[in-house]
């Protein structure tokens, strides 16, 4: 299996900060990466896919990058709203596994 | 409105059986390949089972191999999860998930459910 590993596990910033989360493939995956938040209590939300498109509806604040095994979400001005979870995903080949998870907190 | 909702959930004891459902509305359902997630509370997300929109294609997490199996009914626009011989380390929220598909291999989960808890407990 493709193993997801996220990094940081948790991150601390401001309200309009840039801030950017990495998320490394144990083999190579191309671009078939995604990107989802997720908030307490609430299902995931997909921002990214194929690691740079941005999902409609999505703001544009939020930028996808990388390819082959690292990758990057950029959230380029830190919203009240931003404060979440993040996950990112591989849909190259199944099981389509998740990294651990990044927790955003408001500093 | 474009929805998934699950049910199902609840309390079982280790050993026993436990069927979830997944209503899909909105959307032409046959037209998607769908899947289960699932949450342990407080920690990530684990893929648990995939099927493709014909249940042509299936697929599942070695932790459930065996034990789940996935199913769909495309003339109820329902999807289903039959889960045998439950154990603790099953217990969680299980969400299910519509798949988006672009030029053949780009994979996404474009519309989740807001999931259903099982709980394994004697």
């Known amino acids: 299996d493709i193993q997801m590993t996220q990094s940081p596990s948790s991150l601390s910033a401001s309200v309009g900060d840039r801030v950017t989360i990495t998320c490394r493939a144990s083999?190579?995956?191309?671009?078939?990466l995604n990107w989802y938040q997720q908030k307490p209590g609430i299902a995931p939300k997909l921002l990214i896919y194929a690691a740079s498109s941005l999902q409609s509806g999505v703001p544009s604040r939020f930028s996808g990058s990388g390819s082959e095994t690292d990758f990057t979400l950029t959230i380029s001005s830190l919203q009240p709203e931003d404060f979440a979870t993040y996950y990112c995903?591989?849909?190259?080949?199944?099981?389509?596994?998740f990294g651990q998870g990044t927790k955003l907190e408001i500093k | 409105e474009v929805q998934l909702v699950e049910s199902g959930g609840g309390l079982v004891q280790p050993g026993r059986s436990l069927r979830l459902s997944c209503a899909a509305s909105?959307?032409?359902?046959?037209?998607?390949?769908m899947h289960w997630v699932r949450q342990i509370p407080g920690k990530g997300l684990e893929w648990v089972s995939g099927i493709s929109w014909n249940s042509g294609i299936i697929g599942y997490a070695d932790s459930v191999k065996g034990r789940f199996t996935i199913s769909r009914d495309n003339a109820k626009n329902s999807l289903y999860l039959q889960m045998n011989s439950l154990r603790a380390e099953d217990m969680a929220f299980y969400y299910c998930?519509?798949?988006?598909?672009?030029?053949?291999?780009?994979?996404?989960?474009?519309?989740w459910g807001r999931g259903t808890l099982v709980t394994v407990s004697s």
């Open positions: 909105g959307f032409t359902f046959d037209d998607y390949a």
């Open positions: 995903q591989q849909s190259f080949n199944t099981p389509y596994t």
């Open positions: 998930a519509k798949e988006r598909r672009k030029m053949a291999t780009i994979r996404y989960f474009d519309l």
């Open positions: 083999q190579s995956i191309s671009s078939y």
